[in-house]
């Protein structure tokens, strides 16, 4: 009767024998896994809940030139003295398209004063975006190259932050403004704010 044939380095259970992955073939096996592990609990993450690490501080040093055909340009300067919002927003932004009625309502309203930070625009593209919409901003400072947005940390627009009397940053809201942020999450801070500093 003849023996059965076994090829060289196979596993058999008959004979008792396994073989063992080596080492090598196991610890990027065991890193890859990780790092998917890392990226999945990093996609449930909310980025409008992630807290800017500038709150409380006090604002970037800036110097920007207003925006194409209007007079006033955005410093740090400006924003000592008054509790006020900075809004990040772009001509080319949908989303910011959806917050500027809130803004020009919040303007007529003269709930607080709001300065512009026209991030990564044309110039032609936001004057004309501020003559058909309407223009929300005291003052308007023009980041054509964005390198101010990345000093207050910006990851998109439109982002706002609320700047207190002082100039330090006290709020970071990331996204559009909606009538329920403004309301029921921005005011509320700005009149806390302005009592902490009337005291």
Not at 175 to 191: A, H, R
């Amino acid at each position: 009767m003849a023996e059965p044939v076994i090829s060289e380095g196979a596993d058999t259970i008959a004979s008792g024998k396994t073989r063992r992955l080596p080492l090598r073939f196991i610890v990027p096996i065991v890193i890859f896994i990780a790092i998917g592990v890392f990226l999945a609990v990093g996609l449930t993450n909310d980025p409008r809940r992630i807290p800017s690490p500038l709150i409380g501080k006090a604002v970037p040093v800036f110097d920007l030139p207003p925006v194409q055909g209007y007079q006033r340009g955005l410093a740090s300067a400006d924003l000592k003295g008054e509790v006020s919002l900075v809004n990040v927003f772009a001509s080319w932004s949908v989303s910011c398209r959806a917050e500027h009625g809130v803004l020009l309502d919040a303007k007529k309203r003269n709930l607080v004063p709001i300065h512009g930070l026209d991030y990564k625009d044309k110039p032609d593209d936001a004057e004309s975006w501020l003559a058909q919409r309407g223009n929300p901003y005291d003052r308007i400072g023009a980041d054509i190259d964005g390198r101010v947005g990345i000093d207050w940390g910006v990851y998109g627009v439109p982002e706002t932050f609320l700047i207190d009397r002082s100039g330090h940053i006290a709020y970071k809201q990331i996204g559009p403004i909606t009538p329920e942020i403004l309301e029921k999450t921005i005011m509320p801070k700005v009149e806390k704010l302005r009592a902490a500093g009337a005291s």
